[in-house]
């Protein structure tokens, strides 16, 4: 159903109910409608008394910034059942939005408890951890969330990027790898695995990542660009210079996004990129 028919239906119903409330303002938030998205859900929340709704709305409060706002609900739907784990997460957030690590992994730690098998709150865990610098917790999470889901590649990818900036590059060249066999068609993880082969001076491999990047991305500037230095350490200046070229003339082109991969590369004496949140 198209989204104009979808609002003709629900205005043509003088009482809809909280599901259709709440299926009407999933509806807006996808059109970017977000403040009567937020109306509908707040209105589903107050007709429906039920956590669920409260955490929903929490997450549309979260969504547009309004964090005490969001931490209003989350309180109210745990208030309700403490054992509510998706307020637990949204809470979490809202902690780690206000810097307040500790609080944000003790609201983490309790989902996983409850739900020890459940990727997403490993993977939060582990986020949290990382952005607390407390790495080896982090590893561990991001393997259990790994193990939860063998097949979901961004955990793979986030962790990767983790041992990368730990300048761990066995693993990370590891996780990366694993990374691209279970999403071959993103191209954004060949470039990262690309990255991790210049660190690891395996320049032609490095080409041949950033090659597949280009293939399935061929209008990205910044591809273009790493793979001319990439071939440039190897002394192919002819491929350097088409390559440098086609980035050039190319509309996303942007001098500052070129010199942050370029940094990432470490092929000069430029730092580790950052930690991944």
Known sequence: MQFQELEAKFKANPNPSPEERLKFADALLNEGRMQDALEQYRTA???????NYRSTLGDAYLLMGQSPHAMREYLAALRRNPNHQD?????????RSYGKLK?????????????????????????AYSQAQKY?????????????APHEAYYRFWLGNLFLHLDDLISAVEHLEGAVSCAPRDD??????????????????????????VSLQPL?????????????????ELHAGIHYERAGELDDFDQDSVDRVR???????????????
């Open 45 to 51: 929340a107050q007709q429906r008394k039920d956590p």
């Open 87 to 95: 307020s637990r997460l949204g809470l979490g957030d809202v902690y």
């Open 103 to 127: 609080a944000a992994i003790g609201q983490y730690r309790h989902a996983v408890r409850v739900q020890p098998n459940n990727p997403h709150f490993r993977f939060r865990l582990a986020q």
């Open 136 to 148: 080896e917790d982090a590893i561990l999470e991001g393997h259990e969330a790994i193990r939860c």
């Open 188 to 213: 954004y993880y060949y470039m990262r695995l690309g990255i991790c082969y210049l660190a690891m001076s395996r320049v032609e491999d490095a080409a041949e990542a950033l090659q597949k990047a």
């Open 220 to 236: 990205r500037a910044t591809y273009h660009y790493l793979l001319g230095d990439i071939y440039t350490t190897l002394g192919s």
């Open 263 to 277: 940094r990432a590369t470490r092929l000069g004496n430029s730092p580790a990129p950052p930690p991944p949140h």
